[in-house]
């Protein structure tokens, strides 16, 4: 027969390809299950992990940029709060001085014044008492005077008229 | 620097074996007393290649020393086993169920007269564990221990960063799926990864064992046609099997083109559904089997020139046909499987450019 006079190099023997079919899909089942599946499953979920871990990464590095502006803002404003109680606090402190200055002057005014009034007082009750020992050294003296004066009428009668002739009646 | 060194060394071992072999041939002719010029005349370079090429029922060695292996027979007289080693390398016959003989290294049926029973004969279907077979089986073997074990420590900790035996297989298995699968097949190539892969590597493993010149290696596997063929039409069934109405409409009854032409068309087209995958069988059969023929080829110059110092030329010669075929065993594995991957993709596509014909 013509068929089986071709070259034998490239005729497929029955029990090559049998075996070769048994063979292939052992390989096939058997790989497929307790090789390619955990090899290219733990590939993949490498791959996923290195992505994640990338992407996690830029996060955390997008974090922290935020988070040192933030810092910064934060340090900014404590520096200006900082600034403001400073300011505040050196003006308290000039008012609470002033205050003092204020009260200080004024007590001391009142204080001035009180002396003063006191002086004022001292002044008028030794002037009185003055006053008064004039008068009464002038009653004395003034006694003593007119009981000589008195001896004298017609002396008297003349000053009596002078007194009233300054007198003027309106 | 290992690795030429290595090859070269296993030239080196591959030429002294076949040294030994034509020494034993030139020793056999000596006994029967003939002379030296008519010893020499029976080297046969065509012989010797066809006979690595071929399948065969024991798995030579060295020299005189080959391996028997199993012969599974099922004939019109039922199902029996025996080792081909009964064979004495073709010389004697075995009386099983009928009276066995090997013929060109194909198991035949004989009479008792010593002529062929043709009708017996027919009937023989031969599962042997040929040389092919158990070359097969021990590719097989070594993927398993390879894959397996990596399966393992991948299901163990997998996510670290791969070491050891998967640093280096890993960057493959990614090739695999980053530039065949995912570019070609898209969505779908999670679904077809593990066939391609499987493909690959099994290619992969025998191609790379067709070229260890020394035993258990050496078996022309990946360059026999029952071999390419099975994996030829696993494509071919993967392609028809998922191929959508898109595909089928483009082969029966081409879109945009007048009547006449799809009805003209649609025998090309359909011739095409069957040349893809011989021409993948084809491929891997002829490019593994013409590496093994021009190596075996080159070596055979120093016995055909009957001249030790074409060594000092055949040598590096042969070291570098290996190194090309080591290449070509990578490259033929990878194109079978971009190749599958490819007529997979065309026959699943939604979206079909009209523009491919």
Same mark, same amino acid.
């Given at each position: =027969?013509?068929?089986?006079?071709?070259?034998?190099?490239? +005729?497929?023997?029955? $029990? =090559?390809?049998?075996?070769?079919?048994?063979?292939?899909?052992?390989?096939?089942?058997?790989?497929?299950?307790?090789?390619?599946?955990?090899?290219? $499953?733990?590939?993949?979920?490498?791959?996923?992990?290195?992505?994640?871990?990338?992407?996690?990464?830029? +996060?955390?590095?997008?974090? =922290?940029?935020?988070?040192?502006?933030?810092?910064?803002?934060?340090?900014?404003?404590?520096?200006?709060?900082?600034?403001?109680?400073?300011?505040?606090?050196?003006?308290?402190?000039?008012?609470?001085?002033?205050?003092? +200055?204020?009260?200080?002057?004024?007590?001391?005014?009142?204080?001035?014044?009180?002396?003063?009034?006191?002086?004022?007082?001292?002044?008028?009750?030794?002037?009185?008492?003055?006053?008064?020992?004039? $008068?009464?050294?002038?009653?004395?003296?003034?006694? +003593?005077?007119?009981?000589?004066?008195?001896?004298?009428?017609? $002396?008297?009668?003349?000053?009596?008229?002078?007194?009233?002739?300054?007198?003027?009646?309106? | 620097?290992?690795?030429?060194?290595?090859?070269?060394?296993?030239?080196? &071992?591959?030429?002294?074996?076949?040294?030994?072999?034509?020494?034993?041939?030139?020793?056999?002719?000596?006994? #029967?007393?003939?002379?030296?010029?008519?010893? #020499?005349? *029976?080297?046969?370079?065509?012989?010797?290649?066809?006979?690595?090429?071929?399948?065969?029922? #024991?798995?030579?060695?060295?020299?005189?020393? /080959?391996?028997?292996?199993?012969?599974?027979?099922?004939?019109?007289?039922?199902?029996?086993?025996?080792?081909?080693?009964?064979?004495?390398?073709?010389?004697? *016959?075995?009386?099983?169920?009928?009276?066995?003989?090997? %013929?060109?290294?194909?198991?035949? @049926?004989?009479?008792?007269?010593?002529?062929?029973? #043709?009708?017996?004969?027919?009937?023989?279907?031969?599962?042997?564990?040929?040389?092919? %077979?158990?070359?097969?089986?021990?590719?097989?073997?070594?993927?398993?221990?390879?894959?397996?074990?990596?399966?393992?420590?991948?299901?163990?900790?997998?996510?670290?960063?791969?070491?050891?035996?998967?640093?280096?297989?890993?960057?493959?298995?990614?090739?695999?799926?980053?530039?065949?699968?995912?570019?070609?097949?898209?969505?779908?190539?999670?679904?077809?990864?593990?066939?391609?892969?499987?493909?690959?590597?099994?290619?992969?493993?025998?191609?790379?064992?067709?070229?260890?010149?020394?035993?258990?290696?050496?078996?022309?596997? /990946?360059?026999?046609?029952?071999?390419?063929?099975?994996?030829?039409?696993?494509?071919?069934?993967?392609?028809?099997?998922?191929?959508?109405?898109?595909?089928? *409409?483009?082969?029966?009854?081409?879109?945009?083109?007048?009547?006449?032409?799809?009805?003209?068309?649609?025998?090309?087209?359909?011739?095409?559904?069957?040349?893809?995958?011989?021409?993948?069988? &084809?491929?891997?059969?002829?490019?593994?089997?013409?590496?093994?023929?021009?190596?075996?080829?080159?070596?055979?110059?120093?016995? %055909?020139?009957?001249?030790?110092?074409?060594?000092?030329? &055949?040598?590096?010669?042969?070291?570098?046909?290996?190194?090309?075929?080591?290449?070509?065993?990578?490259?033929?594995?990878?194109?079978?499987?971009?190749?599958? @991957?490819?007529?997979?993709?065309?026959?699943?596509?939604?979206?079909?450019?009209?523009?491919?014909?």
């Amino acid at each position: =027969m013509f068929f089986l006079e071709i070259n034998p190099l490239i +005729k497929p023997d029955i $029990g =090559m390809v049998v075996w070769t079919t048994v063979v292939f899909l052992l390989l096939l089942f058997v790989l497929a299950k307790y090789a390619w599946k955990p090899i290219l $499953g733990a590939i993949k979920k490498r791959e996923q992990t290195i992505n994640d871990s990338l992407a996690t990464a830029e +996060k955390v590095k997008a974090e =922290m940029t935020q988070l040192q502006s933030e810092n910064e803002a934060l340090l900014a404003k404590a520096r200006e709060e900082r600034a403001l109680m400073l300011k505040e606090a050196r003006e308290t402190r000039d008012k609470i001085v002033n205050e003092a +200055k204020e009260q200080a002057k004024a007590e001391a005014n009142k204080i001035v014044q009180e002396a003063q009034v006191a002086i004022q007082a001292q002044k008028m009750a030794a002037l009185t008492e003055v006053k008064n020992q004039i $008068g009464s050294l002038v009653i004395e003296v003034s006694e +003593k005077v007119l009981r000589r004066e008195l001896s004298d009428k017609k $002396g008297q009668e003349e000053h009596i008229q002078s007194l009233t002739g300054q007198i003027k009646l309106n | 620097m290992v690795v030429p060194r290595l090859k070269s060394l296993l030239v080196a &071992v591959f030429s002294l074996s076949i040294l030994f072999i034509s020494q034993s041939v030139f020793a056999n002719d000596g006994g #029967e007393g003939g002379a030296a010029p008519e010893a #020499e005349e *029976k080297f046969n370079a065509k012989e010797v290649i066809f006979e690595h090429i071929k399948d065969a029922h #024991e798995w030579h060695v060295i020299g005189d020393i /080959s391996v028997p292996l199993p012969v599974i027979l099922i004939t019109n007289k039922g199902f029996e086993t025996f080792s081909s080693g009964h064979f004495h390398h073709g010389h004697e *016959k075995y009386q099983g169920n009928h009276l066995y003989g090997v %013929v060109e290294g194909k198991i035949k @049926a004989f009479k008792a007269d010593g002529t062929i029973d #043709e009708e017996a004969t027919n009937s023989i279907w031969d599962f042997s564990i040929t040389k092919n %077979v158990a070359a097969l089986l021990l590719s097989v073997t070594i993927i398993l221990l390879i894959f397996l074990s990596l399966g393992r420590k991948y299901k163990k900790n997998g996510v670290n960063g791969p070491t050891g035996l998967a640093g280096f297989i890993e960057p493959v298995i990614m090739m695999i799926r980053n530039d065949v699968a995912k570019p070609i097949l898209g969505e779908r190539h999670e679904k077809y990864l593990n066939f391609l892969l499987t493909v690959f590597f099994f290619i992969l493993i025998n191609n790379l064992l067709g070229l260890v010149p020394f035993f258990p290696g050496g078996a022309n596997v /990946s360059g026999n046609i029952a071999f390419t063929c099975t994996l030829a039409v696993f494509t071919f069934i993967l392609v028809n099997v998922n191929g959508n109405s898109n595909y089928w *409409k483009h082969i029966f009854w081409m879109p945009g083109v007048p009547v006449p032409m799809k009805i003209f068309l649609a025998p090309i087209e359909f011739i095409g559904v069957f040349t893809k995958p011989i021409s993948l069988m &084809v491929r891997l059969f002829a490019n593994m089997t013409a590496g093994h023929v021009l190596i075996l080829g080159i070596v055979c110059l120093i016995f %055909v020139l009957k001249s030790l110092a074409a060594a000092a030329v &055949v040598v590096p010669f042969t070291l570098a046909l290996s190194m090309i075929e080591l290449l070509v065993a990578f490259i033929q594995a990878f194109i079978f499987t971009l190749l599958s @991957a490819v007529y997979i993709s065309l026959a699943t596509e939604e979206h079909h450019e009209a523009s491919h014909h």
